[in-house]
Structures are given as C-alpha cells and as structure tokens.
C-alpha cells in the first residue's frame, strides 16, 4: 500500500500531466520531462532540474545528430510559470509564422 507521501506525489504527478497535456505538451516523462512540437525540426521541452522548471526551444536540421539551435523561454521556476511561459511562446511563434 502506497504510502500518504508516495500518493500525494502521484497526485501531484497527474495534476502537472494534465496541465502540461490542455496546454498541448506531451509527457516523455510524467512529472519530469515535457515535449510540444511546432514544426517538423523545431520542440519545446519543459524539464525540472535541480527541484525548478526550465523551458527551452531546440531545432534540428535534417541529417544532423544534433540541434543547430536552441533558445531558452525560462529557468529555475516552479512547474505552472514552466508550462505557462512555453505556451505563450508558442502562440508567439505560431502567430508570427502564421500557422
């Protein structure tokens, strides 16, 4: 049997997957790592480090191993700023591509 602390965890777990999910972010991991894709070579993760939330921008070039760029949005917040910052820049973004 789970203990209070361990479900108070995977309450808070699913809490943050479904904010992630209604502001279009995937889980790759729950309550860890977070992914949207904007375009066929550009994503934004939302990922914890070190007890705070960061978002950035990667894109990719077809036939490299690696990102050409990357662009941070935030750092070193709690999870709802993460999540609410990378959904403002990718209205931005959407909005300025005109997609």
Do not use: C
């Not at 995977?10 to 992630?20: F, H, Q, S, Y």
């Not at 480090?49 to 917040?77: D, F, L």
């Amino acid at each position: 049997m789970p203990t209070a602390n361990e479900i108070i965890r995977l309450n808070e777990i699913e809490r943050m997957d479904k904010k992630a999910k209604k502001a279009g972010f995937l889980p790759l991991i729950s309550g860890e790592a977070y992914e949207a894709q904007y375009n066929s070579n550009s994503h934004v993760f939302i990922m914890i480090k070190g007890g705070k939330w960061s978002a950035w921008r990667e894109t990719w070039q077809p036939g490299k191993g690696h990102s050409i760029s990357i662009r941070s949005i935030v750092n070193k917040v709690p999870f709802d700023i993460a999540v609410q910052q990378a959904n403002k820049y990718m209205a931005f973004i959407t909005k300025k591509r005109g997609w």
